[in-house]
């Protein structure tokens, strides 16, 4: 069965500072993997989308890294902000568009 | 519209009524997605539908589940004699097409609560 484990479940930070969430995989064979943004009651937003050749993509203060040797990756999310605080989904797709979603890390940026 | 459209945003129905819940896909995205969202939980695929290709249905849980998608465009998703396991986000994605980096645009889901 194909699976996507997140860590931590859950992270609580303040206001300015850094913090990494980890995503491991089991899917094979691999497409591409990416990470996602979602609000309390809205529904998630693309932050990446990176394939199996790329190791790492940036957007905006949000890097994702991809290690598919290891069967890793990481959202390294720099100077965080308020509106930083919501759930981070990893999703990984065998092929195509058909997706498996990780159970999600829930970030808390305190001021 | 601009984004993905989902109606109602809440729906409280009581066990063993039918309910049917509404996406209205980016205008011009081909492929379509349903998926469910339990407490706490991965999001889990229901059914996908793209251009004029039979559905995958393969994620649907039951015989309860059943989707459809008239002129390629809105879909509706209807569950028959809700059980209270049924509770959930239900949310709608679509893309533009189905390349292996297509991205998803989602709409902010129904809340479905079985009483």
């Known amino acids: 069965k194909n699976q996507v484990e997140q860590s931590p479940q859950s992270l609580i930070i303040l206001e300015g500072k850094n913090c990494t969430l980890q995503c491991n995989y089991t899917v094979s064979p691999f497409s591409n993997l990416r990470w996602y943004k979602q609000d309390t009651g809205r529904g998630p937003v693309s932050l990446t989308i990176?394939?199996?050749?790329?190791n790492t993509k940036s957007n905006g203060r949000y890097t994702a890294t991809l290690d598919a040797d290891t069967k890793q990756s990481s959202l390294h999310i720099t100077a965080s902000q308020l509106s930083d605080s919501a759930s981070y989904i990893c999703?990984?797709?065998?092929?195509?568009?058909?997706?498996?979603f990780g159970g999600g890390t829930r970030l808390m940026v305190k001021p | 519209g601009a984004g993905v459209s989902q109606s109602p945003s809440n729906k409280v129905t009581e066990k063993g009524k039918d309910v049917e819940l509404r996406c209205d896909p980016i205008?011009?995205?081909?492929?379509l997605y349903w998926y469910r969202q339990s407490l706490g939980q991965g999001l889990e695929f229901l059914i996908y539908?793209?251009?004029?290709?039979?559905?995958?249905k393969s994620g649907l849980p039951s015989d309860r589940f059943s989707a459809e998608r008239t002129g390629g465009s809105v879909s509706t998703l209807t569950i028959q004699r809700t059980q209270q396991e049924d509770s959930a986000v239900y949310l709608c994605a679509s893309s533009l097409g189905v390349a292996t980096n297509e991205k998803l645009f989602f709409g902010s889901g129904t809340q479905l609560s079985v009483l």
């Open positions: 205008s011009g995205h081909t492929a």
């Open positions: 539908f793209q251009g004029n290709s039979a559905p995958d």
């Open positions: 999703v990984v797709s065998p092929a195509g568009n058909m997706l498996t």
């Open positions: 990176m394939t199996f050749s790329e």
